[in-house]
């Protein structure tokens, strides 16, 4: 088997990079079943993820979204700054239209959902090597909609993130080293965008769409 960097190879080696160690060990138990492929590491944090990689230049790496102090978006990053090649699928159970489009622009080769393991992860990892970009249809439908969205600015993000808190704008504002005036420009735009009348909406689908986490 030739893998899309170029290299022939005996099995399909792939690095799982999750925080909670029951859903890693679950990954290799599936992956390790299959004779062309094998975990040849595993990584609960971003900086892992980074190093490990490094060490492995593996074929795949399997990438959660959430790591706690080091995000899966800045692993990605990172990993594609080391190695532009790399081929990474983003395995959350994050489905938020914002949460798709991050991680591709980031640099995932694709995006799979943690409820589609199984049959569907060892082919996604197949094609990925093989220089595919799988996307299912409700993922790609996800991609569609964000386009249709107007983007929240960063400021924005930071704001709304803020309101999840349940922090006041007199808070928001000092957190930021903004005026209280300023933050009220940022809600105001963020309502319109999100099409909502209200803090706790703009939260909802703030959360629905993955432009924030709790």
Known sequence: ????????????????????????????????????????????????????????????????????????LEAIRAIRQYHEAANIVVL??????????RALEAGASTYLLKDMLSDDLVNVIRDVCAGRRPLSAGIQARLDEHSTYIALTPR?????????????????AA??????????VHIKNMLLKLKVNDRTAAVNVGLKRGIIHL
């Not at 959350?92 to 489009?101: H, L, N, Q, R």
């Not at 924005?156 to 928001?172: A, Y």
């Not at 957190?175 to 009220?184: A, P, R």
């Open 156 to 172: 924005e993000i930071e704001v709304l993130d803020r309101v999840k808190l349940g922090m006041r704008n007199k808070e928001i």
């Open 92 to 101: 959350t159970m994050y489905d938020g239209d914002e949460s798709v489009y």
């Open 1 to 72: 088997m030739t893998c899309v960097s170029g290299h022939v190879i005996n099995q399909i080696r792939v690095l799982c990079v999750d925080d909670h160690r029951l859903v890693r060990e679950g990954i290799a138990l599936i992956i390790n079943r299959e004779p062309d492929m094998t975990v040849v590491a595993s990584a609960a944090s971003g900086a892992d993820a980074i190093a490990l990689f490094k060490q492995h230049v593996p074929d795949v790496t399997l990438m959660d979204l959430q790591l706690g102090r080091m995000s899966g």
């Open 175 to 184: 957190s930021l080293h903004i005026s209280e005036k300023t933050i009220q």
